[in-house]
């Protein structure tokens, strides 16, 4: 037996596919999942799948171009083409030269159903929405601790918040298990008192992100009282996780910077807050001198020294002021007071 290299081996492999005549030219029904649209090249990359199987698909741009619908995830079509090899990483793929849509696949309608039907129940409602707090102090992560979207989160909130206490709860985020593990997970979070709660994963497949289109994840988060931000995939991504959330980040990395505010924000609305309270003080105080200034101009008025600085005087006998001349007899002695010094002087008439 001889020994070949691995480019041999796929080179054998692929002569053998292209020269049979049952794969050179096939028709396969399925359903589009994990659509690439390559905007530089124009190939379009897929997966065509049915209730047991996948197979990957790639249609060259030229191809493309006769399409006269838009390839869309979840459509049943069908394709024809050819088997083939793709030697650099030794899997096979049909070459697809013409697609025929065939409608929705099993699953997009099923999902659109299940959508339709919470949104009847009104739990994708505005009404329902919960406000993020805006210094949480324990921040809930419902996630796989081994995944990267974990460690986004845990580095954005290290960054800018670092006063918060992280809580992760480990959880599947794909499979069979995944949705019974993201329920257990956010009732976990909740009842470890946290303010806020991020659920989410990574980037994956459509398939990869079914536990998060699920009932029950669904009414999970619906019916948490502590608010709820998904993290679902990438921004192009949209579960029903998303629908039902309080709120909706595009990927990991923005839930956590919605989730906490930034220290360095902080400390300026801390100092726009010092300033207003040291403005307002002194516009206290100055309307404390302004009040006290008036009331010693009134008392002021009422001085009687100031009375005789302009003119007047007091007469006085035995040290009391008189009043009237009725209080006076000629002949008898009185003291004037002026505004400044005073006088004796003896009543010589008086009328």
Known sequence: MSVVTVTQINKYIGIILKNDC???NV?????????????????CYFTLKDDKSSIKAVMFASDVKRLNFTLENGMSVVVSGRTAVFERDGIYQIHVKDIIADGKGKQMTALEKLKKRLSEEGIFDKAHKQSVPEMPEKIGVVTSSDGAAVQDIINVISRRYPIGEIYIVNTFVQGVNAPDSICNGIAKAENAGCDVIIVGRGGGSKEDLN?????????????CKVPIISAVGHEIDFTIADLVADLRAPTPSAAAEIAVPSLHTLYDRIDILAKRSENAFERYTDKLKNQLNRKIAEIDLLNPLKILMRGYSITCKDGVPVKSAEEISEGENVEIRFGKGGAKAEIISKW
Not at 27 to 43: P, Q, R, T, Y
Not at 213 to 223: L, M, S
């Open 211 to 223: 536990a998060f289109d699920t009932e029950k994840v669904a009414y999970a988060i619906y019916n």
């Open 27 to 43: 028709m396969i029904k399925g359903e589009i999942s994990d659509l690439v649209n390559h905007f530089a090249s124009g190939h």
């Open 22 to 24: 049952n794969l050179s």
